[in-house]
């Protein structure tokens, strides 16, 4: 992408090379034939998901490696993911969205950070979905589900127990 500046000329060599010169002195060179070719479209990763607290890491790798469950003393996350392209020259663009309990949520506006907090998740499930545009405009996505155990005293097995005390007290 050019600047904003006006062009003061362009030259195109043999070998299909576009020279273009700003008014400014800037000088950029393109290769028509990449141009016309964009590169393969790169994958987008989750790279890991890791402890705000205590910086412990609780999925790394695979995609295809189910997350395990998260007690809700680990309920602050932060979810790293990346596009691997190597042709792009500007940082490439990310959003995000968390689907709670299959709950559609809005996208965050794009943005060049490649991480997203989450500091205090109640126990739920949870679908995270993040995705990449690269310089050609193509959008790829990739998404990771879990679930957050809920605390102690708000799990199955304390409500469990608070009804056998309730008929017992009966």
Do not use: C, M
């Not at 299909?16 to 393969?40: E, F, M, V």
């Amino acid at each position: 992408v050019l600047p904003a500046n006006k062009s003061a000329g362009f030259h195109v060599t043999e070998n299909n090379i576009l020279w273009l010169a700003q008014q400014n002195g800037a000088i950029y060179r393109a290769d028509i034939q990449q141009l016309s070719h964009p590169p393969k479209q790169a994958k987008l990763h989750i790279q890991e998901v890791a402890s705000l607290i205590d910086k412990n890491i609780y999925f790394s790798g695979k995609i295809d490696a189910p997350l395990a469950l998260l007690e809700h003393k680990q309920s602050s996350i932060r979810i790293h993911f990346s596009l691997a392209n190597h042709s792009n020259q500007r940082p490439t663009q990310y959003r995000t969205k968390l689907h709670v309990n299959n709950d559609e949520q809005q996208w965050s506006p794009w943005s060049t950070e490649n991480y997203k907090d989450f500091p205090s998740l109640s126990g739920d499930e949870y679908t995270f979905v993040v995705e990449a545009k690269d310089n050609w405009q193509r959008v790829s996505q990739q998404t990771i589900s879990f679930e957050v155990l809920p605390i102690w005293y708000l799990s199955g097995w304390a409500w469990f127990f608070y009804t056998l005390l309730v008929i017992a007290s009966v």
